[in-house]
């Protein structure tokens, strides 16, 4: 499964997400511009203009998108666009479900988006640790999955085995990781206690690998990344994570507290959605391998493995390359 869409698709599905989001006077400037972003930079249609599209009702929209996988992008995107909505309201909810409703696609912002609503963010945080309980095992690292985690002491087997690292050779992956935690001031997973250490060191492989930064448009801009190579849902709810932690803010992910708006921020949206393209380029997905067994390889040499394209600017501050 794909995020991209054929050339002669895109108007409709940007007909459909249009409708999906007009609401309350009609999208946000914030909507508007991520889903202008994903037209010009993931879509590759600059020619078109969103003031020109005439949205598509739900039943409209279902009759248009008989496809499953158009369907599931569709839905994909509407939930991004949600969360781009300040403040989130019923009216944005309910005109989202009739339409997820309409083309038979659901997931699981929805209890989530509707707990934060109706009953506010105390609750919608439970129904989101409960969703990371779920979601992030899927993710660990696949060496550590088997290994008892604390959420409050530290672990030095694995503390050991990461500073190991830094004997490797310059510009292997391991030393790069290593490398990494210097430059970003962050600590090794396992030196402080975090049920999420053995997700951290997948997760921060995956930096290193691709070359995305640890700004808040960057985290969300490396789920998209992965989404790009992989329409799956894990890395759909990786996704999911970032845009609620980094956009809606009424969770956290360990280290990371809630922010909010950040896609708003100058060059935010194009960010996602030019890696969401440069995810779709890959030859693999790598988030979920055994990052530790080849941590003597040259980060060159892994990077060509999987088909990982250097970013657009390197220079933008939201990279390392």
Same mark, same amino acid.
């Given at each position: ?187 090794? +997973? ?12 997948? !997760?921060?492989?995956? !930096? ?57 921020? +100058? ?47 390197? !220079? ?6």
């Amino acid at each position: 499964m794909t995020v991209r869409l054929g050339s002669d698709r895109v108007e409709v599905v940007l007909a459909a997400l249009l409708g999906a989001i007009d609401v309350e006077g009609g999208p946000t400037e914030e909507q508007r511009m991520v889903l202008g972003a994903l037209c010009v930079h993931l879509w590759e249609r600059p020619d078109l203009d969103l003031d020109r599209i005439i949205p598509l009702g739900p039943d409209e929209a279902a009759a248009a998108l008989p496809e499953p996988t158009e369907r599931r992008t569709f839905h994909e995107v509407l939930v991004a666009l949600e969360t781009c909505r300040h403040p989130l309201t019923s009216a944005q909810l309910e005109r989202a479900e009739q339409y997820d409703r309409a083309l038979s696609v659901s997931g699981a912002e929805i209890a989530m988006f509707r707990d934060l609503v109706t009953q506010g963010v105390a609750t919608a945080a439970t129904d989101f640790a409960r969703f990371l309980d779920t979601t992030m095992p899927l993710r660990f690292e696949p060496s550590l999955r088997e290994l008892p985690i604390s959420a409050s002491e530290p672990e030095p087997a694995i503390v050991d085995a990461l500073r190991a690292l830094q004997d490797l050779p310059v510009g292997t992956l391991g030393r790069e990781f290593i490398e990494f935690h210097l430059r970003n001031d962050l600590p090794l +997973p396992g030196e402080e206690g975090s049920s999420l250490n053995h997700f951290y060191v997948a !997760h921060d492989m995956t !930096h290193v690998i691709t070359g995305i930064g640890t700004t808040a448009a960057a985290e969300v801009a490396l789920s998209a990344f992965l989404l790009g190579i992989e329409d799956n849902d894990i890395n759909m709810a990786a996704l999911l994570s970032s845009l609620i932690v980094h956009e809606v803010g009424f969770g956290s992910a360990g280290k990371v507290t809630g922010e909010s708006h950040t896609l708003a921020a +100058p060059g935010a949206a194009e960010l996602i959605a030019t890696e969401l393209a440069r995810g779709s380029r890959c030859a693999a997905d790598f988030s979920t391998i055994d990052h530790l067994a080849i941590a003597a390889v040259p980060l060159a040499e892994v990077r060509a493995r999987f088909g990982v394209a250097p970013p657009p600017d390197p !220079h933008d501050g939201h990279h390392h390359w």
